[in-house]
T-cell receptor, first 116, second 116 residues
Framework: GAVVSQHPSRVICKSGTSVKIECRSL??????MFWYRQFPKQSLMLMAT?????????EQGVEKDKFLINHASLTLSTLTVTSAHPEDSSFYIC????????????FGPGTRLTVT | AQKITQTQPGMFVQEKEAVTLDCTYD???????LFWYKQPSSGEMIFLIY??????QNATEGRYSLNFQKARKSANLVISASQLGDSAMYFC?????????????FGAGTRLAVHP
């Protein structure tokens, strides 16, 4: 089956710094990638939809200048949390879909971000 | 309005028994997909089962079956012969429109505990 990786799996950073999270589709080309955020004991909330070669589409209430998304190739999307603050601490999960492909979305293993 | 509703925050089941996790959805699209994912404490999202809106038969995957009642807009997950390893969070999700490139909307989740 299709595999999606995320790097890093865990990251701790100081308040005010920026953190980049990578999402890679390892054995298929992902025309679309999605970024979700999950607070403890809560559900996944979609942050943005990332299409290769175009600007990401952000969900309502998500600051696009704070959460920068780049989908530069068909196998890589990055999420950069700029000027991170403790309230940005969360579990970030990406998923990838294939246009015209099977119905399933393939999820990465997630990245746990802690901002101190 | 809530698009995906999971009304059971927590469920308990005895090992080897069957359990039903409830999910109702709301959409005006004719073409949509319904998913169930399992999320163990490690955080990874494990795909369990999928039901397309045009599928006439209820989906089954091993011990998992989806009780799809289109008129009632419900898509309950049935786990037969529960195992201790089934203890996890379970999320119902909906994709509006066709294709793996459409975003998923998740319900709040149900935490299942399987007792020996």
């Amino acid at each position: 089956g299709a595999v999606v990786s995320q790097h890093p799996s865990r990251v701790i950073c100081k308040s005010g710094t920026s953190v980049k999270i990578e999402c890679r589709s390892l054995d298929f080309q992902a025309t679309t990638m999605f970024w979700y955020r999950q607070f403890p004991k809560q559900s996944l909330m979609l942050m943005a939809t990332s299409n290769e070669g175009s600007k990401a589409t952000y969900e309502q209430g998500v600051e696009k200048d704070k959460f920068l998304i780049n989908h530069a190739s068909l196998t890589l999307s990055t999420l950069t949390v700029t000027s991170a603050h403790p309230e940005d601490s969360s579990f970030y999960i990406c998923s990838a879909g294939i246009a015209g492909g099977p119905y399933e979305q393939y999820f990465g293993p997630g990245t746990r971000l802690t901002v101190t | 309005a809530q698009k995906i509703t999971q009304t059971q925050p927590g469920m308990f089941v005895q090992e080897k028994e069957a359990v039903t996790l409830d999910c109702t959805y709301d959409t005006s699209d004719q073409s949509y997909g319904l998913f169930w994912y399992k999320q163990p404490s490690s955080g990874e999202m494990i795909f369990l089962i999928y039901q397309g809106s045009y599928d006439e038969q209820n989906a089954t995957e091993g011990r998992y079956s989806l009780n799809f009642q289109k008129a009632r807009k419900s898509a309950n997950l049935v786990i037969s012969a529960s195992q201790l390893g089934d203890s996890a969070m379970y999320f119902c999700a909906m994709r509006e429109g066709p294709g793996g490139y459409n975003k998923l909307i998740f319900g709040a989740g149900t935490r299942l505990a399987v007792h020996p």
